[in-house]
């Protein structure tokens, strides 16, 4: 697998305009139970926040109230100091990409088409342009020659890879991840996480709701700890790992690490 | 041995079967299709619109589907068809003339898009909601992630049952000889069932069971290897490779030089 005809290409190499994300007392519900209650904190433009906690404890679907996916109950989210809730959740999406845990790739279609459908039907390039653009955001999570496999012919790693990369095309302003590593064999973790990590220094804001212990610690600029829908702690990476002040996040890591 | 006589005059009266054949052939094979081809395919318009009402999330468009669905699913076909066939005579008359032929079509079409409908539901209702969630995260609309992600993947999961709707329909499709049709109108089942009134035994309906026969077994067989195919995929076979060999691939110094070096 040589990676040759990427690096010849370096001009390619751009960098992101993360924006800021403020949430306000975020509040979302399933029917009548509270699963994230009144959560707040601001992920200031082109940083990481790693979001981590037991299961159950309402960050995947605190991920899916950030791009309304799961409409918010209570409280807001300001993109650029912007509500989200005022401006459509079509329009909004396409400013907030999301990674899934299991990929959602397109079975039917191939890398490339994964990563060309939305360039061409929603942002309505034309099928020679959204080739051409996929094709490059493909080279850039190292999937050049692969462009014309199915999902069922990638690896865990490299069909999150291609999805990293669908969610890149769109050029959002935000990139959220929900557990993206948690379905990989272990040794396809890292390409995983190295590429989101090179997406952090590229200047891409990121909220990540991860396991990895490691990564929150080596990449994340801000750790948030929740815990039955609350955020318990936040702070630095080494403030949350190194002198943990409450008992359950003490707990947690201690049950983890 | 006389009564093994009489059961081969009954049935294989082969003088009688080859003077029905040119009839069966010419006048009631293609009847048959032109009835089963195309309530198949009204069957399929209308069953896309019913099967797309029954995944909506209005219960406005949910429970008019499930109504329509009930009534002709749950209806014995023939009573679909008189009720239909000769309910509807005076107004099909002033639109297509006074054949019942159309309103015969009409009537199977509805049975069939009932069984589509619910065909292409559970196909559709099958696919992995991922699917649907990943598409209106990339900022699709609903219809847009249905049309373009959701409904093509749930139909490829059901074309073997389309088959096999197509096949009932070629079945169904006798019961239109209660409407009296015109000569030439008539399908296989009352070309056969004409001719063995007039040859005094039933060869002609078995010279006519030959020709469905001659439809519906081959069309069973190519399900099976259709739905054996979709089952398993195309696949391009592909030696099993090391997942150590993919740790180096997104390699960031590798791909970004320069931004390594910063």
Redesign the interface.
């Known amino acids: 697998?040589s990676?040759t005809d990427?690096?010849s290409t370096?001009q390619d190499?751009q960098r992101f305009r993360g924006s800021r994300l403020e949430l306000v007392d975020l509040t979302l519900a399933y029917g009548p139970i509270d699963v994230v209650k009144d959560v707040s904190f601001t992920v200031a433009p082109g940083t990481t926040t790693c979001v981590i906690g037991p299961s159950g404890s309402g960050k995947s679907t605190l991920l899916r109230g950030l791009?309304r996916?799961h409409e918010p109950k209570n409280g807001d989210v300001l993109l650029e100091k912007e509500s989200t809730l005022t401006v459509k959740a079509?329009?909004l999406?396409?400013r907030i990409?999301?990674v899934?845990q299991?990929f959602?790739?397109?079975?039917?279609h191939t890398a490339l088409e994964n990563v060309a459908?939305?360039l061409r039907?929603?942002k309505k390039l034309s099928l020679a342009q959204a080739r051409e653009l996929a094709h490059r955001r493909l080279?850039?999570?190292?999937?050049a020659e692969r462009s014309d496999h199915r999902p069922?012919?990638l690896?865990g790693?490299?069909q999150q890879?291609v999805?990293i990369a669908?969610?890149l095309a769109?050029e959002p302003e935000v990139m959220l991840f929900d557990e993206v590593t948690s379905a990989l064999?272990p040794?396809?973790v890292?390409?995983?996480l190295?590429?989101m990590?090179?997406l952090g220094?590229?200047g891409m804001t990121m909220v990540v709701v991860t396991h990895e212990m490691n990564f929150a610690r080596g990449v994340a600029d801000q750790v948030v700890f929740m815990d039955e829908g609350r955020v318990v702690e936040v702070g630095s990476p080494t403030a949350l790992f190194d002198s943990p002040q409450s008992p359950r996040l003490q707990r947690f890591l201690s049950e983890v690490l | 041995m006389d009564w093994f006589d009489t059961i081969g005059r009954t049935f294989l009266d082969f003088d009688a079967m080859l003077q029905v054949l040119p009839q069966l052939l010419g006048t009631g094979l293609k009847n048959t299709l032109i009835i089963s081809f195309a309530a198949t395919i009204i069957g399929v318009v209308v069953g896309m619109i019913i099967a797309v009402m029954g995944v909506s999330t209005s219960k406005w468009l949910r429970i008019p589907a499930r109504i329509y669905t009930d009534i002709f699913r749950g209806l014995p076909a023939i009573l679909t068809i008189l009720l239909i066939g000769q309910g509807f005579a005076r107004v099909s008359q002033d639109i297509f003339g006074p054949s019942p032929y159309p309103l015969g079509i009409l009537a199977v079409s509805l049975i069939s898009s009932a069984y589509i409908g619910e065909i292409f539901r559970s196909g559709i209702q099958s696919v992995d909601r991922g699917q649907l969630e990943a598409c209106r995260a990339l900022g699709m609309s609903y219809g847009k992630a249905m049309r373009l992600v959701v409904i093509p993947q749930g139909i490829r999961r059901v074309l073997p049952a389309l088959v096999n709707q197509f096949i009932s329909n070629v079945k169904d499709s006798s019961l239109v000889y209660f409407l009296g049709l015109l000569v030439s109108e008539r399908e296989l089942f009352r070309v056969g069932q004409d001719a063995a009134v007039l040859s005094g035994n039933l060869s002609p309906l078995v010279a006519a069971g030959i020709c469905y026969l001659m439809i519906t077994v081959p069309l069973t067989h190519l399900v099976n290897y259709f739905d054996n195919r979709f089952r398993t995929g195309r696949r391009k076979p592909t030696p099993p490779r090391s997942g150590l060999d993919e740790v180096d691939e997104f390699d960031p110094t590798i791909i970004h030089p320069q931004e390594a070096a910063r």
């Not at chain 1, 959602?104 to 039917?108: G, I, M, R, T, V």
């Open positions: 697998m990676t990427v690096t370096p190499v791009n996916l079509d329009e999406r396409r990409g999301l899934f299991h959602n790739l397109f079975p039917d459908l939305s039907h929603v080279a850039e999570v190292g999937l069922r012919d690896s790693g490299q890879r999805a669908r969610a769109m064999d040794e396809l890292k390409g995983v190295n590429l990590a090179d220094k590229r």
